[in-house]
């Protein structure tokens, strides 16, 4: 476990979360704001898993980490994930539309930069979001993230808003 909050468990993922991964990648929402991952079977989803998540683990000692509420449910996904594009480790989240504007992805992205801050290295965090992305710019507006101008996604060709925080070292 990687965080606990009171409404939520922060897990490592795993193989077995392949089911979860197919179905939040390819959400209307998911594909609109952060792109299509081209993940289309389980077998798809497994490999995008072991090749992004897992092997983040192995290299880092972070990455995209599954997020579940009470009833142990996955809800979505919230971590920390180093781009090849970017400098700065950024902060990542996407989560099922039935649980948009319930508090969740504030919840959850405060433990990780709490994690970040305790558990990490890092001094600051990173945040990319598409511009028309109103609820996500709010989010980290709302987590203490400034925006600094904008960034080139260099696989997609497109400009998105680029943020950053400074982690508070306790």
Excluded at 25 to 31: A, G, H, K, T
Excluded at 73 to 82: E, N, Y
Aim: net charge negative; glycine share 8%; proline share 2%.
């Amino acid at each position: 476990m990687i965080a606990k909050t009171n409404r939520l468990t922060l897990r490592e993922l795993q193989l077995a979360d392949a089911a979860f991964a197919l179905r939040l990648y390819n959400e209307p929402s998911f594909l609109q704001h952060i792109g299509d991952k081209g993940v289309r079977t389980l077998a798809d989803a497994e490999k995008n898993l072991q090749q992004g998540a897992i092997a983040s683990y192995a290299q880092h000692g972070y990455g995209m980490w599954l997020v579940e509420n009470q009833q142990g449910q996955a809800i979505g996904l919230c971590g920390l994930i180093k781009r090849d594009f970017l400098t700065e480790t950024d902060l990542g989240y996407a989560y099922l539309p039935q649980y948009f504007g319930l508090g969740y992805a504030y919840e959850a992205a405060s433990a990780v930069l709490a994690y970040a801050a305790e558990h990490t290295e890092l001094k600051t965090l990173a945040a990319i979001v598409s511009p028309a992305n109103l609820a996500s710019k709010a989010l980290l507006q709302k987590l203490g993230f400034a925006q600094h101008g904008q960034v080139l996604v260099p696989d997609k060709n497109e400009m998105v808003d680029f943020y950053r925080v400074q982690l508070d070292k306790n």
